[in-house]
């Protein structure tokens, strides 16, 4: 009786440990993954508040007669366009009607592209602009062909409206290195776990023989 009682206690110990090891693990991924995803927004949402500031300070030269309305738009429009950060981030604006205005000089400028759809068949515009003209702004997730490429990846950006000039003032970035990265992680728990595992296997099997030498 002494003996079963000792293979319970080890078999039940075993597996309760092992389920609760799992269950933190996948609790600190989780964590990580909703930090590095909440960084990601503040960041690309801090970006488009600088440009809605510049916005702001044109447009108060154009209320005081320096400009006129179509000179400051050219002027924001222009000061924009070379904005940057990070290592490829960029800016993009378009009118709620979906005319572009900004986006990096390229031809697109000055088109409409308000019917425009990704791989899902989002109408990336529409909710770009819808999203934007939410009272803090707001965040669109869709799918875009990175530079050279044809396959689309997975891009979320933020856009906020600047009343105004009647534009939508966007950024964003690909997420797939966050996929890659969280993946990465969990290839490393999943590495340390199974050597965590196999030693406390070793320890409770050792235990056991142990007791039953005792018994």
Do not use: H
């Amino acid at each position: 009786i002494l003996l079963l009682c000792v293979v319970i206690l080890v078999v039940f110990s075993g597996i309760f440990s092992s389920i609760n090891m799992r269950q933190m693990q996948n609790q600190a991924l989780a964590a990580l993954e909703e930090k590095t995803r909440a960084d990601y927004d503040q960041n690309i949402k801090d970006q488009v508040s600088v440009v809605i500031s510049l916005l702001e300070k044109i447009n108060a030269q154009y209320e005081e007669g320096i400009y006129t309305l179509d000179e400051a738009k050219k002027l924001a429009a222009d000061q924009v366009r070379e904005l940057g950060y990070g290592k490829d981030g960029y800016f993009w604006i378009d009118q709620t009607d979906g005319t572009n205005v900004v986006l990096l000089g390229k031809d697109t400028e000055g088109t409409n592209r308000l019917d425009m759809v990704d791989a899902n068949g989002t109408e990336l515009i529409k909710e770009i602009i819808k999203n934007g003209m939410l009272e803090d702004g707001g965040f669109t997730d869709y799918l875009f062909p990175k530079q050279g490429e044809t396959e689309a990846s997975p891009k979320r950006g933020y856009s906020k409206w600047f009343e105004p000039f009647d534009w939508v003032v966007g950024t964003g970035n690909y997420t797939d290195y966050i996929d890659k990265d969280i993946a990465a992680v969990r290839d490393q728990y999943n590495t340390f776990f199974d050597q965590k595992v196999t030693q406390f296997l070793i320890g409770l099997i050792v235990m056991f023989g142990i007791m039953v030498v005792i018994v």
